[in-house]
């Protein structure tokens, strides 16, 4: 090559072999650059210790982080099953698929492997966040590298995209930070469209199903560019029809492959589908209304219904005075690149599309309802990526890359390089709070308080299974965290548990708040099954007299810990006796968020100072009488049905055990007094009663907002008699 291209008769003076000397060196050290800075821009925002996966702080973590790495330390404990990323130990006894805690199956897969080789069980998160930094890096200067900008120009331009906000938040959701990957699938776009030949049109395509064992949101992001690339290759006729089938047809199939490996697919399972399109969208106005920016106009996101903040895509001063810029400059540079790439630019807008969602807003304003959500096939797709504001990402990031690529060929590299080096001084500026946010964040989740003192691992791992009454998503935000620790150490010393934080399947708040009424220790008869009830979600009353006289209870700060009689040494050593509950009083109004809290047995929501939401299918009332009753029991309430839109909880039944039943149809809305009568079979010492409501709806699945709890009757008080 050296010598086709010198001119004949030229000598080979060290001076003519100086730019090619310097291009080899530069296509080693520039993406070794790229990385190193995305390095430099990850320890710069967080603690060493976080990115090396230091146990004073992932053994904190909260959240749906926290969630992830509960699934990751339960999997690698079990045996190795099929699917790959199924589980025993958690969601007890049926077990659950950890795709559904957003733990990065490939890196939860090559942990478990590494665990049960050595025995070390790495917390891998931090690890995670520092790669996807270095790879951002180094993927953003292969794409600017490829479309010809000198390496200081690339170099620049990646650590733009580095500094993208939404990119820099995402360290909140473990999996969805690896966004390197679409900035890779734009680089494998350039590549499809102008140099790559037939052999790596097919590698791409059976690469690409692997970003399915990052995430599902990552991967649907990515399918969509490649696409765009091999449709637009054909388009030039640089792909004939046979290689895009072929591509094609390869992702399809080992897509298929992948998903049904991970439990996505096939033995009758399908993806889960749940609530929330619409309201987890991206608000028209955030890639440039300033959100945690030196310009903010408010604190916070801009989230005018609660749930655009998983729309979070402002771009950033620098970046936005790029796009800006080069519109000006080359206003048609754009509709050029739209007419040269017209997959590309159809995929880009039909993502923006589904960012907004069917309900559009532009700032505080909704200036458009659509309701394609509940069409065919997209009513599917909708509820199973609800969370459309993500979608904008791909979007972010060509905008970005246009704009540098723009400018450079404009100006030319003497006056792009340092005008694209000052863009991303003005970028590090503006959003030097979304920064101090995040240092925030980490610096929270270190802090946090212990669940008890005297609860550790090893107390933990000595029992052979945990059952969680609520679960975790089933109760108010302090019972969560409480409830994660607790998971933490049982999943970090292998023991199953169920209840588990899953996004997505497992049982339903009142599945398991029925379950636990029906039965506390789930039919375990095992002494060293340990249940967990935390205080605020299940009255004193139910706990001292409701589990069966051979179970013993523990009382902790947040939970009381029972197990069957007699407790071992360690569990007996825990916390403090349970002290004896007053008597139930009769024929009283009690508040359930007061005084006649002590008295709720399982199935309420969270306490308001006027009244209580009871919550799924079984709502029941526990207390000791003063006196044994024989005849029959009374209770009497001050209720408010849910009902919305037609839809309207206005059936009971009421049973009281030793007792008979009795079935209520209210016969109109609104707050009202409810008054019946139960007799008794038999004589008893205790109250035992259960309101049983017929497949509950919650807010958020009848479009009303995105409150998922299968409410009820909200009781504003309650009165019990009994003779």
């Not at 789930?522 to 069966?548: D, E, F, H, Q």
């Not at 409810?674 to 017929?694: A, M, Q, Y």
Request: aromatic share 12%; glycine share 10%.
């Amino acid at each position: 090559m050296t010598e086709i291209t010198r001119a004949r008769g030229q000598r080979d003076t060290p001076h003519s072999r100086r730019p090619h000397h310097w291009m080899t060196v530069s296509k080693v050290l520039g993406p070794l650059f790229a990385g190193a800075i995305g390095a430099a821009i990850a320890f710069a925002i967080f603690d060493p210790g976080i990115l090396l996966g230091s146990a004073q702080y992932w053994n904190q973590i909260s959240g749906d982080n926290s969630a992830s790495l509960i699934g990751y330390y339960a999997l690698a404990h079990d045996a190795w099953r099929w699917p790959v990323l199924q589980t025993e130990l958690i969601n007890y006894p049926a077990g659950g698929n950890i795709y559904y805690t957003d733990s990065v199956p490939l890196m939860a897969l090559i942990g478990k492997l590494i665990f049960k080789e050595t025995g070390i069980l790495y917390p891998y998160f931090g690890l995670w966040i520092f790669l996807s930094y270095i790879l951002m890096g180094l993927f953003g200067y292969l794409v600017f590298r490829i479309l010809k900008l000198n390496t200081v120009a690339a170099l620049a331009g990646s650590t733009l995209l580095i500094l993208l906000p939404e990119f820099i938040w995402r360290h909140v959701h473990i999996g969805l930070i690896g966004q390197f990957v679409i900035v890779a699938f734009i680089y494998a776009y350039i590549r499809l469209t102008s140099i790559s030949g037939r052999t790596e049109v097919v590698i791409l395509a059976a690469v690409l199903p692997l970003v399915i064992a990052i995430n599902a949101y990552l991967f649907v992001m990515c399918a969509a560019l490649f696409v765009a690339g091999v449709l637009d290759a054909w388009r030039i006729e640089r792909m004939p029809l046979k290689a895009v089938l072929l591509a094609l047809t390869t992702t399809v199939f080992v897509s298929v492959f992948v998903a049904a490996a991970f439990g996505l697919v096939g033995q009758g399972i399908s993806l889960p589908v749940t609530e929330g399109f619409g309201q987890f969208a991206m608000n028209l106005a955030s890639p440039i209304w300033p959100q945690y920016s030196l310009l903010s106009f408010g604190k916070g996101f801009l989230d005018p219904i609660g749930g655009h903040y998983e729309g979070f895509n402002y771009l950033g001063l620098g970046a936005l005075a790029l796009i800006a810029l080069s519109a000006a400059l080359q206003p048609g540079a754009y509709r050029r690149l739209i007419g040269r790439r017209p997959f590309l630019a159809c995929v880009l807008v039909g993502l923006l599309i589904y960012a907004a969602s069917s309900k559009i807003y532009f700032g505080p304003y909704k200036i458009l309802d659509i309701n394609y959500a509940s069409l065919p096939i997209l009513d599917r797709i909708t509820s199973t990526f609800r969370s459309s504001g993500r979608f904008f990402w791909p979007v972010g990031f060509v905008l970005v890359v246009c704009a540098v690529v723009i400018l450079y060929r404009r100006l030319g590299p003497r006056y792009a390089t340092p005008l694209l080096i000052g863009a991303v001084m003005v970028q590090a500026i503006d959003i030097r709070p979304m920064f101090r946010l995040t240092y925030a964040n980490t610096v929270r989740d270190t802090q946090r308080l212990p669940a008890d003192p005297e609860l550790t691992t090893d107390l933990i791992g000595s029992r052979s299974v945990l059952l969680f009454v609520p679960g975790a998503l089933c109760g108010i935000n302090q019972e969560l965290e409480m409830t994660l620790q607790v998971q933490h150490m049982a999943a970090w010393a292998g023991r199953p548990f169920d209840g588990a934080y899953l996004n997505r399947g497992g049982m339903t708040c009142g599945e398991l708040a029925a379950s636990f009424a029906a039965d506390p220790f789930r039919g375990l008869s095992n002494p060293r099954a340990l249940l967990v009830a935390l205080k605020s979600s299940v009255g004193p009353s139910a706990i001292a007299y409701g589990m069966g006289e051979d179970v013993r209870c523990r009382e902790g700060r947040y939970a009381y810990f029972c197990a069957r009689a007699p407790l071992d040494a360690k569990l007996a050593a825990f916390g403090r006796d349970l002290a004896a509950p007053a008597p139930l009083p009769l024929g009283v109004d009690l508040n359930p968020s007061g005084d006649g809290a002590a008295f709720l047995g399982t199935g309420w929501s969270v306490r308001y100072p006027v009244f209580r939401w009871a919550e799924g299918p079984v709502t029941t009332f526990f207390g000791r009488l003063p006196k044994e009753a024989c005849k029959e029991v009374r209770f009497s309430a001050e209720i408010v049905p849910f009902g919305f839109k037609g839809y309207a909880v206005d059936t009971a039944e009421l049973s009281v055990r030793g007792g008979g039943s009795a079935k209520l149809d209210l016969d109109r809305m609104g707050q009202q007094r409810i008054d019946l009568s139960l007799p008794l079979e038999r004589c008893v010492d205790h109250i035992d009663l259960s309101v049983t409501f017929k497949d509950p709806k919650s807010p958020e699945e009848l479009g009303m907002n995105t409150d998922p709890r299968r409410v009820t009757w909200g009781f504003f008080n309650y009165r019990i008699d009994a003779r």
